[in-house]
């Protein structure tokens, strides 16, 4: 059975804090994501990887950056953290390079930056 | 930039009800997929849908690709409370583009 997991469910911050949001997959997927998701919004890429040590940019990586050292981990990083970085955030991963595939989706990890 | 639109926002109904969820966009996509995410979890892939007039269903739900591959619908036929969820539609170019949802709740 296919799994993606992250490090946390819910974490509390507070301002400028750094956040580190850890995910795994073992899957052997070349693609891995970092979205948020509020209300009404849907999801917003923040960053993606293509491969080990490559990342690029999403929709709204103001504020954050990424890691991805080996295949199967993609870290997020919340240098600072401030108030309106509260979210749902998902962390996905994709066989392949289409964008018609499949994204897998760890449960979320809901954070609250006080 | 590319936007999907998703109507409605929300949907409260009973138990047996049919029902549809809009997905539209000005953009043309390659395919369109439908994910569900339940409270706490992950959206999860319900169907991909490539050909442009091209229907498929998966039980009690159909899921149709605009002829022009702008638009789709999802429609659920005798709602049960197990559809209760948040419904995504993502349309796929370079990049996924992702629809604001469509919450359904159903009620027993």
């Known amino acids: 059975d296919v799994k993606v997991t992250q490090s946390s469910r819910y974490l509390v911050k507070r301002t400028g804090e750094k956040v580190f949001l850890e995910c795994v997959q073992d899957m052997d997927h070349e693609n891995m994501f970092w979205y948020r998701q509020d209300p009404g919004l849907g999801l917003r890429l923040i960053y993606f990887?293509?491969?080990?040590?490559?990342?690029e940019k999403g929709d709204i990586p103001e504020g954050y950056s990424v890691s991805r050292e080996k295949k199967e981990r993609f870290s997020l990083i919340l240098e600072s953290a401030s108030t309106n970085q509260t979210s749902m955030y998902l962390c996905?991963?994709?066989?392949?390079?289409?964008?018609?595939?499949?994204?897998?989706f760890g449960p979320g990890t809901r954070l609250t930056v006080l | 930039t590319q936007l999907l639109e998703q109507s409605p926002q929300f949907l409260s109904i009973q138990e047996g009800e049919n029902l549809t969820v809009y997905c539209n966009s000005s953009s043309v996509f390659s395919s369109l997929q439908w994910y569900r995410q339940e409270p706490g979890e992950g959206p999860v892939l319900l169907v991909t849908v490539v050909t442009g007039g091209e229907v498929k269903k998966l039980k009690r739900l159909t899921f149709q690709f605009g002829d022009a591959r702008k638009d789709s619908s999802l429609h659920i036929t005798a709602a049960q409370p197990g559809d209760t969820g948040l419904y995504l539609c993502?349309?796929?170019?370079?990049?996924?583009?992702w629809g604001a949802g469509t919450k359904l709740i159903i009620k027993p």
């Open positions: 996905a991963s994709r066989l392949g390079t289409g964008s018609y595939n499949e994204q897998f």
């Open positions: 993502a349309g796929s170019n370079y990049q996924l583009i």
């Open positions: 990887s293509y491969d080990v040590k490559m990342k």
